[in-house]
């Protein structure tokens, strides 16, 4: 685990699961445009959270890359859900500023729901599936520049899945 303080605010990079994280106010989901089940982080969430949160997401999908919503949690711990579809690297035009758009839109929406502490997956991808080295650099940045002008977080966590992403984010953090 990689820990920081920056502005005020704890900053953490775990190896964990995101549907897992029973001591966070919100989680964020790396949702697809139909904000359904599909496969991975969307997978899990959706299988922890259970049918009602598939039956809350209807109304709100389609949703367009660097665009995020939110829902409450359901039968997970957590209070709400906020759903972020990262570009695919590769693929989407202006990828960098799209996935910089779902961390702003992710701790604004944090932030107007009285939301202290989040916890992220990687939401962005490149076209192969393979995670995308940019994304820690982007979201620790966005936070940098974010947190001053959000008083109600107190802690940001980044969960990975496996021990390269999480060097990946520590140095990342390391460099802030």
């Known amino acids: 685990m990689a820990k920081r303080i920056l502005h005020g605010v704890i900053i953490e990079c775990v190896l964990g699961d995101i549907a897992d994280q029973p001591d966070m106010d919100a989680i964020v989901n790396a949702a697809n445009a139909d904000l359904k089940a599909g496969v991975g982080v ?3 969430i959706h299988s922890a959270a259970g049918l009602g949160l598939e ?3 209807r109304p709100l999908a389609p949703i367009e890359p660097g665009e995020a919503v939110i829902t409450r949690a359901h ?3 957590n209070r709400q859900i906020i759903h972020c579809l990262g ?11 799209l996935l910089a758009f779902c961390y702003r839109k992710a701790l604004c929406l944090a932030e107007a729901n009285g939301i202290g502490s989040i916890v992220f997956p990687p939401i962005a991808r490149d ?8 994304e ?3 979201a620790f940045a966005i936070i940098d ?3 001053p002008e959000l008083p109600g977080i107190e802690l940001v966590r980044f969960t990975v899945s496996d021990s390269i992403t999480l060097e990946l984010y520590t140095h990342a953090l390391e460099g802030l």
């Open 55 to 57: 039956v809350e997401c």
């Open 87 to 97: 570009p695919v690297f590769g693929r989407d035009d202006q990828a960098d500023e």
């Open 75 to 77: 039968r997970l711990p």
């Open 42 to 44: 969307a997978g899990a």
């Open 127 to 134: 076209a192969s599936g393979d995670p995308v080295e940019a």
């Open 145 to 147: 520049e974010l947190l």
């Open 136 to 138: 820690a650099r982007i």
